[in-house]
Nanobody, 120 residues
C-alpha cells in the first residue's frame, strides 16, 4: 500500500505561483512513477505532469513552460511548481503514484486532492 498526502493548494491571482507537495509513505520502493492530475468542475480528470523513478518528466501541453514537477527522494516527496497561473488552471489537484506489476497489472494510488483556485 502507498499513502499520499498533498498540501500547498489555495487561492491565487492570475499570474501568481503556487507549489504543491505530495508526501508518500508505505511501499514506496514499489512506485514506478508519480504525477499530478487535476479535475475541474464538469470535466474529466486529466494528467498534468508525471515523473518516473528515473527522473523522466512529461507535461500536458497547456502547462509546458509554466509548471515544473520534481522529486526529493530523501523526503519521499514530489512537488509541482506552478507559475504564471491562469484561471483555467482552477481545479482540484490530485497526487498519483503508479505501481506497474506487469504490462497488464497496474495499481494507481491517489491522494485526497487539494483545491487550486486562480482568480482573474
Amino acid at each position: 500500500q502507498v499513502q499520499l498526502v498533498e498540501s500547498g493548494g489555495g487561492l491565487v491571482q492570475a499570474g501568481g505561483s503556487l507549489r504543491l507537495s505530495c508526501a508518500a509513505s508505505g511501499s514506496i520502493a514499489s512506485i514506478n512513477a508519480m504525477g499530478w492530475y487535476r479535475q475541474a468542475p464538469g470535466r474529466q480528470r486529466e494528467s498534468v505532469a508525471t515523473i518516473t523513478s528515473s527522473g523522466s518528466t512529461n507535461y500536458t501541453n497547456s502547462v509546458k513552460g509554466r509548471f515544473t514537477i520534481s522529486r526529493d527522494n530523501t523526503k519521499n516527496t514530489v512537488y509541482l511548481q506552478m507559475n504564471s497561473l491562469k484561471p483555467e488552471d482552477t481545479a482540484v489537484y490530485y497526487c498519483n503514484a503508479l505501481r506497474v506489476v506487469n504490462p497488464g497489472w497496474r495499481y494507481n494510488y491517489w491522494g485526497q486532492g487539494t483545491q487550486v483556485t486562480v482568480s482573474s
